[in-house]
């Protein structure tokens, strides 16, 4: 078991540092120069040059990587170019919402996928089933962004039970900040929950076609009986650790629905810092990001193999 958890360590390094290395030098290759946004079009050779000597731009690719990265690990981010100021600070500000969001989304996927994924497996071949499938279906086809217009159309313009890009705060009370953040979370929740409640409706049907499950009817237990005692715990094993993968998938999500809510996260400031090639605040939200993916992985492999004894010292 040691071995295997060193092993996968080991695994989640390498890739870390692959991931830091294609977002360095991925920024660094590309065509457009950061002096170009800072100074602008005007400068002259002379003040470029002395731009880039300060930025350390004028230093070999592998050289200032390896910089960055030492700086990176000591907690130093760097300094972001439009800004002038740290990018932990700036970064500080902005992940608030974006984790808000995250979160919140996660929330309602355990809320919405569990009882409907069992219920649509409790009633297989019923209207209620039937119902769920067509409403996956189309949740599932429809991508974030799309989600997120539809419930600023709905719930902003016509219902008004919010104010389409009118971002509250967190200080500005707490309940009127989660109240906000609702739809967008829901934006990203739903076509997840309908990925999930259909992983589970076919994990839970699966398993009620498995001996030990013919064996407890046998015994006298009905269909309902069977599912909560017996097939929940197993058919929740795959279901569990594609939530734990989810989370990951949820940050991605969150950044695309914050353009279209306006909201002042992690996502709005990737796209301009991407426009204004401030590559400092660029490649330290993609690191953070990765890392996330990394260790949700990471840990969606431990969880399963903690909750299947078969794989147990493997």
């Known amino acids: 078991m040691l071995k295997t958890v060193c092993k996968r360590l080991a695994l989640l390094v390498f890739t870390l540092l692959l991931v830091t290395a294609l977002a360095f030098f991925a920024f660094s290759i590309i065509p457009g120069d950061p002096t170009d946004t800072i100074l602008g079009l005007e400068a002259t050779e002379q003040q470029i040059a002395a731009l880039r000597a300060e930025l350390g731009l004028d230093l070999p690719l592998p050289v200032r990587y390896v910089r960055w990265l030492g700086d990176f690990l000591r907690g130093d981010l760097g300094v972001s170019y439009n800004f002038d100021m740290p990018v932990s600070a700036l970064l500080s500000d902005r992940i608030a919402p974006t984790l808000t969001l995250t979160l919140m989304a996660a929330v309602l996927i355990v809320l919405f996928s569990i009882p409907l994924g069992l219920l649509a497996a409790r009633y297989e071949g019923g209207w209620i089933d039937r119902i769920l499938t067509v409403v996956n279906q189309i949740a599932m086809s429809v991508p974030n962004f799309v989600m997120g217009i539809s419930l600023v159309f709905l719930f902003g313009l016509v219902l008004h039970w919010f104010q389409p890009g009118g971002y509250v705060a967190p200080e500005n009370g707490l309940g009127s900040y989660l109240w906000f953040m609702l739809f967008p979370s829901l934006a990203v929740a739903l076509p997840k929950s309908a990925m999930t409640i259909k992983m589970l409706r076919g994990s839970v049907l699966t398993e009620l076609t498995a001996d030990y499950i013919r064996t407890a009817y046998s015994k ?20 569990v650790t594609f939530l734990a993968t989810t989370i990951a998938e949820l940050v991605a999500g969150s950044i695309v629905v914050e353009q279209v809510f306006a909201i002042p996260g992690l996502g709005q400031m990737l796209i301009s810092s991407i426009s204004n090639r401030d590559y400092p605040v660029v490649q330290a939200i993609i690191v953070l990001v990765a890392f996330v993916v990394v260790l949700c992985n990471f840990l969606a492999d431990a969880l399963y193999r903690v909750m299947d004894p078969r794989l147990k010292g493997r």
């Open 220 to 239: 006298g237990n009905s269909r309902a009986s069977a599912l909560w005692r017996h097939v929940l715990r197993n058919a929740m094993i795959p279901v």
